[in-house]
């Protein structure tokens, strides 16, 4: 093998799509997936490539400096690709420590593994930070986000977020570990946990219940799909300016509102619904706590600069997705019992 990949997070949504990527296309690569397979974390994202034999999977918890030192001891680890995190805002509205914990200092573990592994030779050595676009804060009408906006973060997630962000700049000025960050838009695809937007409200509509949208449903987000994001990350790991920023997005921005309209009426066609009949289940609910209103992602650096670009269009992507969670309902059936009933009951009962 000529490489051994720490990919963390890898059993999550977007982390299981750079996995696999990186598992197919780069044979001589061996990729460790560290997860702590929190209630996010799923192996069963991964059925299909968890035999091939530059795989592997451990069981770590990132908040825990010495389980993370003992990986660094157990693999020569050349490059850290950095997903883990808890990553769902209305969770870090109830419980702000969880987040503070694993997206905080779980990096900071991670950064003190790496340096101290790596410090006589940071020669090929990379650490990748997967961020997002929500550090940056919230846009009223016109204007993007770019790789110079200032930092904004205005909830707890995004607060935990930008945190970690700025450990990882510390540490590249401070020890020279070679970092880069990436801030991404919304994701959309294959494997999503339902408690987002898209996979809940396709939950919904598939079982003819309520979909909730928060407030008068006016916000916007700016929505890649999940390959497309995973492409970015090969493409920025091999290829990136070391302790440089890049920007990833769609140029996709949709209302709530309008973006679960196309949902319904994709949705009515495949299940031969009569036309405008998911519509009907559309249900105003209490806003989200600090609701972020526009986000919007300006990647021109990434497409001029590494010639990244998305390979789906919105419908397409969106098309694909429901198709996925339509062949796939025993995946979603494992997901919406148990523990995810008490938090659907306790997140919506109210609103
Ligand atoms: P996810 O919640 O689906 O997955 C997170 C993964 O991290 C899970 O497998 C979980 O088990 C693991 N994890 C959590 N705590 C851990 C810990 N203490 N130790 C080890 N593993 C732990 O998240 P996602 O949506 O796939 O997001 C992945 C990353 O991308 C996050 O860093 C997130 O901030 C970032 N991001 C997400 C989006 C999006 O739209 N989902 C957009 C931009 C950036
Ligand atoms: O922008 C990138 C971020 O996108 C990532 O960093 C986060 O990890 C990811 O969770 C996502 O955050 P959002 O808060 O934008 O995603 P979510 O799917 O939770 O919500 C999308 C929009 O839909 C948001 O405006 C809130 C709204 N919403 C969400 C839910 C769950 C509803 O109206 N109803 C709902 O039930």
Known sequence: MKKTIVITGGAGFIGSHVVRLFVNKYPDYQIVNLDALTYAGNLENLVDIQDKPNYVFEKVDIVNQKEVDSLFEKYKVSGVIHLAAESHVDRSITNPNEFINTNVIGTANLLNATVKHWKDNFDDKLFYHISTDEVYGSLDD??????????????????????????????????????????????????????????????????????????????????????????????????????????????????NIDLIKLLCKI????????????????????????????????????????????SVTFEQGLGKTVDWYL?????????????????????????
């Not at 016109?142 to 970690?164: H, I, L, M, N, Q």
């Not at 937007?197 to 449903?217: C, H, R, S, T, V």
């Open 142 to 255: 016109g204007g993007f986000f770019v790789e110079t906006t200032s930092y904004d973060p205005r909830s707890p997630y995004s607060a935990s977020k930008a945190s970690s962000d700025h450990l990882v700049r510390a540490y590249h000025n401070t020890y020279k570990l070679p970092v880069v960050i990436s801030n991404c838009s919304n994701n959309y695809g294959p494997n999503q946990f339902p408690e987002k937007l898209i996979p809940l409200a396709f939950n919904n509509i598939k079982n003819k219940k309520p979909i909730p949208i928060y407030g008068k449903g006016e916000n916007i987000r700016d929505w890649l799909f999940v390959i497309d994001h995973a492409r970015a990350i090969d493409t920025i790991f091999h290829n990136c300016k070391i302790g440089d920023t890049y920007n990833i997005g769609g140029n996709n921005e949709w209302q």
């Open 267 to 310: 949705m009515d066609e495949k299940l031969n619904r009569a036309e405008g009949e998911s519509e009907k289940l559309i249900t105003y609910v209490t806003d989200r706590a600090g609701h972020d209103l526009r986000y919007a992602i300006d990647s021109s650096k990434l497409q001029n600069e590494l010639g990244w670009k998305p």
């Open 327 to 351: 062949e796939n309902e025993q995946w979603l059936s494992n997901i919406v019992s148990g523990a995810y009933a008490g938090y659907y009951e306790s997140q919506y009962n109210n609103r």
